[in-house]
């Protein structure tokens, strides 16, 4: 079964820093997605990458995948306390029926 | 708006009561699905639905059932629940493509505690 190992499992910045979350895959990635989780609530769809080298942008976060679809980072540029949470990354196991496996998440704290 | 409702934010249980946590969505997807949530495990599959009165186990579904009787609903049961089954309870549900996998959309999730 595909596993997803994200890195690093926490983080700690100030406001106004850059940072990056990464997603490891042990198999080829056909679709991978970005959700943000707020604590104690649902996840919220970021963005999903499906082809080798793509990088998608919304407001100062990027998601990048690697040309051989094995790994996948985001980005976060000028982080804001509005930034802190709980990053997943998903992927697609290659199936029709749409599963996901997630990595075990990184929280993110931006200090003011 | 999509729209995943979960039919509690908090429940708390006893061990080897029976526990029924619903979900409703009402977008007509095809797929539905229920994850726990754990600290350092990520989200971890229990069962998902690709159709009414359709289940297939996910990575861990021992102690839980489901059921779908209608499209916009499923329900996870616990049989008689445990104290290893506290944890958070995530729905979530997607259209079905051939082709590819699509965007889930989550509920609010149900934190359950069992004592």
């Known amino acids: 079964s595909q596993e997803l190992e994200q890195s690093p499992q926490s983080l700690i910045v100030q406001e106004g820093k850059n940072l990056t979350i990464n997603c490891t895959s042990s198999?080829?990635?056909?679709?991978l997605y970005w959700y943000k989780q707020k604590y104690g609530e649902g996840l919220i769809f970021l963005m999903m990458l499906q082809k080798g080298g793509e990088e998608k942008s919304h407001e100062k976060i990027t998601a990048k995948l690697d040309e051989k679809k094995q790994q996948s980072s985001l980005h976060i540029t000028a982080s804001q306390p509005s930034h802190a949470g709980i990053y997943l990354c998903g992927a697609e196991g290659g199936t029709s029926y749409g599963k996901l496996t997630f990595g075990q998440g990184t929280i993110l704290t931006v200090h003011p | 708006d999509v729209k995943v409702t979960q039919s509690s934010r908090y429940l708390v249980k006893r061990t080897g009561e029976k526990v029924f946590l619903e979900c409703v969505q009402d977008?007509?997807?095809?797929?539905m699905f229920w994850y726990r949530q754990d600290p350092g495990l990520g989200l971890r599959l229990i069962y998902f639905?690709?159709?009414?009165?359709?289940?297939e186990k996910g990575d861990i579904p021992e102690g839980y059932s489901v059921s779908r009787e209608k499209k916009e609903r499923f329900s996870l049961i616990l049989e008689s629940a445990s104290t290893n089954q506290t944890s958070m309870y995530l729905c979530?549900?997607?259209?079905?493509?051939?082709?590819?996998?699509?965007?889930?959309?989550f509920g609010p999730g149900t934190r359950l505690t069992v004592l």
């Open positions: 639905s690709y159709d009414v009165k359709m289940k």
């Open positions: 979530a549900s997607s259209w079905r493509d051939s082709f590819t996998t699509t965007e889930q959309f």
């Open positions: 198999k080829t990635l056909y679709g």
């Open positions: 977008m007509d997807h095809e797929n």
